[in-house]
């Protein structure tokens, strides 16, 4: 670990006088961004944001609505202001680059009632270069120790007109839908990461940091630029309920003149806490295949039957493949019993440790570990958490035995649609993104982490950067994923891509599931070239990533399926090299393990020539690019299957011109030559 901590004064905190009026205020090390506190006549806090001396951040409400106790929102004063700074280093056991700076200055600001109750709470900020976290934190107070949680007050009015990229909020699909591109004036009520773009330029995405035991934050319009944190429901009683003290999650915003400055921010896993779980060397980042594509392209069931995918002789046949071709991983779904007819949604049927009669595990389990393969474990539940629950330490346990050290868990239930079990011994309902499942999602992976066992969660609770406090949630879903261009109406368009980069991938590594070479849906084609489904393996971040398309059709395509099998999936450095939302990017990684670079970029419906410095190769040494291109006369329309490989000799002072076709990509890999 390296790192220092800085304090402004030697003992680390500047305290305003008591119950002053004047406003609080904090500049990022920088003097970049401030940040001011204050509260107006009526006693109701605000804060507001500025950048280089301009408004960004307009005056915005801070404060409570709870079911149990009048609501925080006015007759406050300031009690107290406290200053500090803090400038450290730390290390990444795996992630997108090896080691993060986090350098800020943190405001904790004491608001106090004038009433008789006299409550106080605490607002924090953390002032970034690039972008602002703030957080309540609720004393330990006799007037206010049972929290219950109506709603927040927290707002974020944006200062002048901008462009919101969004998808909606408290929707059937939970967030698996295209992203929408309005005015912010046009917004309803959206998910976050919610990215905007200023008339002027400037982008700002916000979101939050370090959700744990409380509800997802959603972002509601009231109007001229200004939205208000609507947090997700329960089902009875209030959205949160906590025991005082507890500090809420951060509410964060990224800022940056470009898009591709938002990609290499790391104000969210700054503002999380350390890992928690000692030494994590047993988290490997990997790529894996499995039996999964064929049943979205309905040649196979993951239920019992004639068609069952999950059969013995079939996994072998993939644990086969996997071994030829170096993948660590085979996934197996439908390997359990329970997958009836009416299993969605539903999940009563599951069980967790017991396999379908013509799976062996044991069997299967020893043959990958032969041949030097893992299986990957599979746990849908169906959104039933309270049929999960009570099975998951003996499924677990289930597979630390059988050598199975990573789980994709599955929660594919309409939202609002998560079976919990009550005190009283019945079934409620409950959402996604409620504060319920936010303690299952974390229970999940502690349960896990004991069985140094990885997580990656489909159909999950957002992602807030909780990976670095438990490095065992190597990714998730939370978007709509490649299975969309199997079976989706529609599929997925070919901006969308371009569009994740700067929206859903902010918040952390998603299982996008790439590589279909194929092309080929069910009964439809999907909107990429050849060379962009090589691209997203750079282009889309995640500690694991899986070759989804099915092994015959790599048998096929040998040439272009090198680049999966070289990609790695673990990196010591992250550059974006241009980008503009939902139009194009670029994105240049370094491999963890060597001198290789890789390079993958992807366009959406227009074709694109990009001219691409290559100054973050290392200078004075001499590169083999091995360059997988569209082809002449490629388009995603008419021709997605044409692409070209060639190799070059570059060094850091060449320019290439990436030449993207419509719906297009490119993929490279620099080999650092001695």
């Known amino acids: 670990m390296i790192g220092r901590f800085l304090s402004i004064v030697a003992a680390g905190f500047i305290a305003a006088p008591a119950f002053a009026q004047t406003p609080a205020k904090v500049s990022s090390p920088d003097g970049t961004l401030t940040v001011t506190v204050e509260v107006n006549g009526e006693g109701r806090p605000e804060y507001q944001v500025q950048r280089s001396g301009r408004t960004i951040i307009d005056r915005s409400r801070l404060g409570f609505i709870f079911t149990n106790a009048p609501k925080m929102e006015r007759n406050f004063e300031i009690a107290d202001v406290q200053v500090r700074a803090a400038d450290t280093t730390w290390e990444q056991p795996w992630g997108e680059r090896r080691f993060v700076r986090d350098n800020h200055r943190e405001m904790r600001v004491r608001l106090t009632e004038k009433t008789a109750l006299k409550r106080s709470l605490d607002v924090v900020f953390r002032v970034f270069d690039d972008g602002v976290g703030f957080r309540y934190e609720f004393p330990d107070q006799a007037a206010l120790k049972d929290v219950r949680i109506g709603e927040e007050l927290t707002e974020f009015a944006v200062a002048g007109p901008a462009t919101a990229w969004w998808i909606p909020a408290l929707q059937w699909n939970r967030e698996e839908y295209l992203y929408g591109k309005t005015a912010i004036t046009e917004v309803g ?25 409380y509800a997802g934050m959603n972002l509601l319009n009231e109007g001229k630029g200004r939205f208000r944190a609507m947090l997700t429901q329960a089902s009875e009683g209030p959205k949160v309920q906590r025991a005082a003290p507890f500090a809420t999650p951060w509410r964060t915003m990224q800022i940056s003149d470009t898009a591709g400055g938002l990609v290499t921010n790391d104000l969210i896993l ?20 499995g039996v999964w594509w ?8 993951w239920g019992a039957g004639p068609k069952h995918g999950a059969t013995t002789q079939n996994v072998k046949r993939y644990i086969d493949f996997a071994a030829k071709h170096g993948f660590r991983g085979v996934l197996v779904e439908g390997w359990n019993e329970g997958w009836n007819d009416d299993w969605f949604a539903n999940g009563e049927d599951f069980s967790f440790t017991k396999p379908y009669p013509d799976f062996d595990i044991e069997a299967l389990a020893a043959y ?28 677990f346990d289930l597979y630390e035995r059988l050598g199975i050290d990573a789980v994709k868990t599955g929660y ?44 990656n969660a489909h159909e999950p609770f957002k992602d807030t950067g909780l990976r670095r406090t438990y ?16 079976w989706g109406q529609p599929p997925n368009p070919p901006e969308h891509e371009a569009n994740l980069v700067f929206t859903r991938m902010l ?19 999907i909107q990429s070239t050849m060379a962009k489904q090589l691209a997203l393996y750079v282009v889309l971040y995640s500690p694991i990533h899986m070759a989804a398309d099915l092994p015959e059709h790599y048998e096929a395509n040998l040439k272009p399926f090198q680049f999966i099998k070289d990609v790695p999936t673990d990196w010591s450095e992250t550059r974006v090299l241009n980008g503009e939302i939902g139009d194009y990017v670029t994105i240049a990684r370094k491999d963890r393990k060597s001198e290789d670079w890789y390079l993958g970029a992807v366009t959406d419906e227009n074709g694109r020539a990009l001219s691409t410095p290559l100054s973050f190769l290392a200078p004075g040494k001499r590169y083999r690019a091995q360059i997988y291109r569209d082809g002449e006369g490629a388009d995603y329309k008419s021709n997605p299957k044409s692409i070209a490989i060639e190799e070059r000799i570059v060094t850091s002072a060449d320019t290439l011109t990436l030449n993207l076709a419509a719906g297009g990509g490119q993929a490279i890999r620099f080999v650092a030559l001695r």
């Not at 700054?270 to 295949?289: A, H, R």
């Not at 918040?507 to 084609?525: K, N, V």
């Open 189 to 213: 009520l959206a998910q976050t990461p919610m990215t905007i773009r200023t008339d002027d330029g400037l982008h700002i995405a916000f979101h939050e940091a370090a959700l744990t035991d």
């Open 270 to 289: 700054n503002l999380n806490e350390p890992n928690k779980l000692g030494d994590v060397s047993w988290v490997e980042p990997f790529k894996y295949v």
């Open 294 to 301: 064929e049943m979205h392209l309905d040649k196979s069931s």
């Open 368 to 395: 990958a570990k032969q041949k030097g393969v893992r299986l990957i474990g599979h746990h849908e539940t169906a959104g039933n958490i309270a049929v999960y629950e009570p099975q998951m330490g003996a499924a």
């Open 412 to 455: 594919v239930a309409d939202a609002g649609g998560i079976q919990v079990r009550r005190p009283d011994g019945g079934i409620g309902f409950e959402w996604h993104e409620g504060q319920i499942m936010s303690r299952h999602s974390l229970d999940v992976v502690k349960e896990a982490a004991k069985r140094k066992i990885a997580i």
């Open 471 to 486: 490095p065992n949630w190597v990714s998730r879903e939370g978007a709509r994923g490649m299975e969309f261009n199997a």
């Open 507 to 525: 918040a952390g590594p998603m299982d996008f599931t790439p590589g279909i070479l194929s092309l080929e849906g069910r009964g439809q084609p």
